[in-house]
């Protein structure tokens, strides 16, 4: 079966780093997103991983390694505004995209 | 980046009604539209697929003759939640996939959401 695993939640301190890890088993790959969710808001983009490696954006950094089914997105200086939901998903081989059932992230003055 | 509106943003409606969400890509054509249903405190849960011109496909366990899904146009999906109960209420989201010109978009877009509360 296909499957993502992520915490469920993690707390972390105002101006800290925190990373939130993500493990897959899919039928194939074809990219893995990293989308951020607040609280009775609809999901917005964060980041896509196609290739291994880290993709750096702003306070935000994803890192993909294919051959261990293993992703990571690392928040830097951390605001109380970070405090949401982060969602890590899949596409498999047959283009469909798989959904982890995100962690949520509560941010501490 | 690619923008997707939703409409309403919220419906209270009677059990027994039937309630229409649209949803449009703004700045892009989207070729493939998906409906997501999201229960308090639970992930996402894909309720169908659309592309443009064709029937949706819709994912085990959801029933297409309650959940009418019509993708006419390469900027427009509606779903229809036929006869409401309150089991029905939730938070459903649209997003899209599609492109712009000579971009292609991987990533989803995602719609604002809309929540239905069916008394």
């Known amino acids: 079966g296909q499957n993502i695993d992520q915490p469920t939640e993690m707390t972390a301190t105002e101006g800290a780093i925190v990373q939130i890890n993500c493990t897959y088993q899919?039928?194939?790959?074809?990219?893995l997103f990293w989308y951020q969710q607040h609280a009775g808001e609809a999901p917005t983009f964060l980041s896509y991983?196609?290739l291994d490696g880290l993709e750096e954006k702003g306070r935000f950094s994803s890192f993909l390694s294919r051959s261990k089914g293993y992703s990571y997105l690392l928040l830097k200086e951390l605001q109380m505004k970070d405090s949401a939901s982060y969602l890590c998903?899949?596409?498999?081989?047959?283009?469909?995209?798989?959904w982890g059932a995100g962690t949520k992230l509560i941010i501490k003055p | 980046g690619a923008v997707v509106s939703q409409h309403p943003s919220w419906v209270i409606c009677k059990s027994g009604t039937s309630v229409k969400i649209e949803c449009r890509s703004l700045?892009?054509?989207?070729?493939?539209m998906f409906w997501y249903r999201q229960f308090p405190k639970q992930s996402l849960m894909l309720m169908a697929t659309?592309?443009?011109?064709?029937?949706?496909?819709?994912e085990q366990g959801v029933e297409k003759d309650k959940f009418l899904i019509n993708h006419a146009s390469l900027t427009l999906s509606t779903l229809t939640v036929t006869s409401a109960h309150p089991e029905d209420s939730s938070f459903y989201i649209c997003?899209?996939?599609?492109?712009?010109?000579?971009?292609?978009?991987?990533?989803?877009?995602f719609g604002p959401g809309t929540r239905l509360t069916v008394l």
């Open positions: 998903a899949v596409i498999d081989s047959n283009y469909q995209l798989i």
């Open positions: 991983n196609v």
């Open positions: 899919t039928s194939g790959f074809n990219g």
């Open positions: 659309s592309n443009e011109g064709s029937k949706a496909t819709y």
């Open positions: 997003s899209a996939t599609g492109t712009s010109g000579s971009n292609s978009y991987n990533e989803q877009f």
């Open positions: 700045d892009f054509q989207a070729t493939t």
